[in-house]
């Protein structure tokens, strides 16, 4: 593999997901599971984070087989990170049942000499905190890419304003846009986005796909369209795996948002990451380009 490494901090977890279908169960999870299942299909990924004596053998062994090194991946005494999620009829919408840190609540990340010069920096859903402490550590990153959730905008807003104003690409859905900005229309939250450091936000659109924000350009991206969804959960992270990780072997912005668009509709075929196990490469080239010819 020629590409760039990338290094990522962000959740991993068990989760416990209900589909308006009645499918529900416990799975793995974390938006640094999804994340490193689908950039690792293009680049190294080196892993921060954290799991509990209780994490199965399952998530090690996938740990083992999709990150490039397991240096800065701790397993401690106590529980993992655990997420629980209820899904709305429209497969869409959903509410949180419980969010409980676990071993997250105070995780101290030290990152090992090796992975502090990695190029391309993802900082996943996770505490800002943690998403500082972690790039304090990092040597001049060539590309700080950022992704959050509605809960840290009502929980931890300035350690996040901090976060952004270190971003060089910012990831958010429509929503969190306006709790972050008050505007509706989601090319305006991204230019006002813009102004607070990134050079780029992405505004995710759930089944519409992306809109690149920019301060000289706005792009749609579309999604590729799954009619029967399994299960919706991962879907950013999968996005943004496959976005940073297309960044790391040298494609453009709009390609890798292209390749994140179609690599987000394998992870929604699966319930918990299975999904994203599926995206051959043919099957990818041949979503890419429908995706190509969409947007
Ligand atoms: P997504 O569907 O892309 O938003 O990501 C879903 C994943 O995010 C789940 O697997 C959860 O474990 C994880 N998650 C949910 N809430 C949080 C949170 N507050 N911080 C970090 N990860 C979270």
């Given at each position: 593999?020629n590409?760039?490494?990338?290094l990522?901090?962000g959740?991993?977890a068990?989760?416990?997901?209900?589909?308006?279908?009645?499918?529900?169960?416990?799975?793995l999870?974390g938006?640094?599971?999804?994340?490193?299942l689908?950039?690792s299909q293009f680049?190294?990924?080196?892993?921060?984070g954290?799991?509990?004596?209780?994490?199965?053998?399952?998530?090690?062994?996938l740990?083992?087989?999709?990150?490039?090194?397991?240096?800065?991946?701790?397993?401690?005494?106590?529980?993992?990170f655990?997420?629980?999620g209820?899904?709305?009829?429209?497969?869409?919408n959903?509410?949180?049942?419980?969010?409980?840190?676990?071993?997250?609540?105070?995780?101290?990340?030290?990152?090992?000499?090796?992975n502090?010069s990695?190029?391309?920096?993802?900082l996943a859903?996770?505490?800002?905190?943690?998403?500082?402490?972690?790039?304090?550590?990092?040597?001049?990153?060539?590309?700080?890419?950022?992704?959050?959730?509605?809960?840290?905008?009502?929980?931890a807003?300035?350690?996040?304003?901090?976060?952004?104003?270190?971003?060089?690409?910012?990831?958010?859905?429509?929503?969190?846009?306006?709790?972050?900005?008050?505007?509706?229309d989601?090319?305006?939250?991204g230019?006002?986005?813009?102004?607070?450091?990134?050079?780029?936000?992405?505004?995710?659109?759930?089944?519409?796909?992306?809109l690149?924000?920019e301060?000289?350009?706005?792009?749609?991206?579309?999604?590729?369209?799954?009619?029967?969804i399994?299960?919706?959960t991962?879907a950013?992270?999968?996005?943004?795996?496959?976005?940073?990780?297309?960044?790391?072997?040298?494609?453009?912005?709009?390609d890798?948002l292209i390749?994140?668009?179609?690599?987000a509709?394998?992870?929604?075929?699966?319930f918990g990451?299975?999904?994203?196990?599926?995206?051959?490469?043919?099957e990818?080239a041949?979503?890419?380009?429908c995706?190509?010819?969409?947007?």
């Amino acid at each position: 593999m020629n590409s760039d490494s990338i290094l990522t901090v962000g959740s991993i977890a068990i989760d416990w997901l209900e589909m308006p279908d009645g499918t529900e169960g416990e799975v793995l999870g974390g938006s640094a599971t999804y994340f490193v299942l689908a950039a690792s299909q293009f680049a190294p990924v080196h892993i921060v984070g954290v799991v509990g004596s209780d994490f199965p053998q399952e998530g090690h062994d996938l740990f083992k087989t999709h990150a490039a090194n397991l240096d800065d991946l701790q397993v401690v005494e106590g529980k993992t990170f655990r997420w629980g999620g209820r899904y709305h009829e429209n497969w869409e919408n959903r509410t949180t049942l419980f969010t409980e840190l676990g071993v997250f609540g105070d995780f101290k990340p030290t990152i090992s000499q090796g992975n502090r010069s990695c190029p391309l920096v993802f900082l996943a859903n996770i505490q800002p905190s943690l998403q500082l402490d972690v790039l304090s550590q990092i040597e001049s990153p060539r590309l700080v890419i950022t992704d959050t959730m509605n809960l840290w905008i009502d929980t931890a807003l300035d350690d996040l304003k901090e976060v952004i104003a270190k971003t060089d690409i910012l990831l958010l859905n429509d929503n969190e846009a306006e709790m972050l900005t008050g505007l509706t229309d989601s090319e305006g939250a991204g230019r006002e986005l813009c102004r607070q450091g990134p050079k780029s936000v992405i505004v995710k659109l759930g089944s519409s796909g992306a809109l690149l924000v920019e301060e000289e350009r706005t792009v749609p991206v579309a999604a590729y369209k799954i009619e029967d969804i399994v299960d919706p959960t991962g879907a950013g992270d999968s996005f943004a795996g496959g976005l940073v990780g297309a960044l790391a072997a040298g494609e453009s912005l709009i390609d890798s948002l292209i390749t994140g668009s179609a690599i987000a509709s394998f992870s929604v075929e699966g319930f918990g990451p299975s999904g994203l196990y599926n995206s051959d490469k043919d099957e990818l080239a041949q979503r890419i380009s429908c995706i190509r010819n969409l947007s």
